[in-house]
């Protein structure tokens, strides 16, 4: 079984500082890992992945996420964080297979930007 | 492209009513899969598709029935709704290659409320 741990329901940061979006991950083999944002009202947006090689994966709006599989986290980064940045983040993981795998999803991280 | 397109955006149902959530992708992608959002709760799986005639079930089958007659369509029914079923839901679409490190695109949503 594959599961995700995002173990912060809220993080609060000032605009201009880093932020960092936690997330654990568990599956049997290796992983594909993902992070996707959602705005209000709005469905889920890709912004990035680690399928496989270096372990920073750079993706959309500025964020990064660094793959550490000793410690089997999938952590999202920014180094200035803007108040646009402000919204829903979601980590997924599906196990390395023949693609069919269904994606499974952590609960959430509401991410605050305080102008 | 549009991508993928969800109808309606909202419905209130009555309990014991039946409908069905459309669900539409232009992008010839074989996997397709239904969410449910609720707070706290993240993204759960209701169903899923590897391509046209195949189904299978998802983390929170009960009370919903797909089916996959062709590659762009993938409608979710409710066929007695109940107040426990008022969420909302996402389709997702995606393309299918070996290993399975092919993000998912999302559509806009359905709010669903049942009293």
């Known amino acids: 079984a594959q599961s995700v741990a995002q173990p912060e329901d809220q993080v609060n940061v000032a605009e201009g500082n880093p932020l960092t979006v936690k997330c654990t991950y568990s599956?049997?083999?290796?992983?594909?890992l993902f992070w996707y944002v959602q705005y209000p009202n709005r469905g889920l947006q890709f912004l990035l992945k680690?399928?496989?090689?270096?372990?920073l994966v750079k993706g959309s709006y500025g964020f990064e996420a660094e793959f550490n599989k000793s410690q089997t986290s999938f952590h999202l980064k920014k180094p200035s964080a803007l108040v646009s940045d402000s919204a829903l983040y979601f980590c997924?993981?599906?196990?390395?297979?023949?693609?069919?795998?269904?994606?499974?999803f952590g609960k959430g991280t509401r991410l605050s930007v305080i102008a | 492209n549009a991508g993928v397109t969800q109808t309606p955006k909202f419905q209130v149902l009555k309990t014991g009513q039946s409908m069905t959530l459309q669900c539409a992708q232009d992008?010839?992608?074989?996997?397709m899969s239904w969410y449910r959002q609720d707070p706290g709760m993240g993204l759960r799986l209701i169903h899923y598709?590897?391509?046209?005639?195949?189904?299978d079930q998802g983390e929170v089958p009960n009370g919903y029935n797909v089916s996959r007659s062709t590659t762009e369509d993938f409608p979710l029914r409710l066929l007695s709704a109940a107040p426990s079923q008022t969420s909302v839901y996402f389709c997702?679409?995606?393309?299918?290659?070996?290993?399975?490190?092919?993000?998912?695109?999302f559509g806009p949503g359905t709010r669903l409320t049942v009293l």
């Open positions: 997924a993981v599906r196990v390395r297979s023949s693609g069919n795998t269904p994606l499974v």
């Open positions: 992008m010839n992608h074989e996997y």
């Open positions: 598709s590897v391509g046209a005639g195949i189904t």
């Open positions: 599956v049997s083999g290796n992983p594909y």
């Open positions: 997702a679409s995606s393309l299918i290659r070996a290993g399975g490190g092919n993000e998912q695109f």
């Open positions: 680690y399928i496989t090689g270096d372990n």
